[in-house]
């Protein structure tokens, strides 16, 4: 069994290894993150635009109450994982396919942008579900017409 004393060198080695404390774990994590990208190692981060994958904004909603638009590359996993945490039994409204995750990312922004007055939290609004589904619908199109021009 170890000494208290060999414990407190061992700890001192690993911190002045890896830096000070948590923070200095979390930069040198960062930095290998950083050069196994560039050197091709990590083919998801190192993908870029090229690699462009169709993602969903959804509107997932229950019989009664709130609605949540949001994004996903699968909405129906999406749908079960946000159903683990909702007492009531949820569906998917409506899912609108975009061109990647960053035009995604902008038809949601855009339509939590508009919903704002009915906002409860995060993304969960109190509307409609078929005003929510409208306006990702057309939203989506519209970031499509752009794209295309």
Not at 58 to 69: E, F
Not at 70 to 85: C, E, F, N, Y
Not at 125 to 148: E, I
Request: aromatic share 6%.
């Amino acid at each position: 069994m170890p000494t208290r004393d060999e414990l407190n060198a061992a700890a001192k080695l690993i911190i002045g290894e890896w830096g000070m404390g948590r923070q200095g774990f979390k930069k040198r994590a960062r930095e290998a993150k950083r050069r196994r990208s560039a050197a091709g190692l990590n083919p998801i981060l190192s993908a870029g635009p090229e690699k462009r994958a169709p993602h969903f904004v959804y509107v997932i909603c229950a019989d009664s109450g709130p609605v949540k638009i949001g994004i996903a590359a699968d909405p129906r996993k999406r749908l079960s994982g946000v159903q683990t945490g909702h007492p009531q039994r949820l569906v998917l409204h409506f899912a609108a396919e975009v061109a990647d995750a960053a035009t995604a990312r902008r038809v949601e922004a855009h339509c939590h942008a508009q919903l704002a007055a009915c906002r409860l939290s995060g993304e969960w609004f109190d509307c409609d579900p078929d005003t929510a589904a409208d306006l990702v619908k057309s939203t989506s199109a519209q970031w499509r017409q752009d794209q295309a021009a």
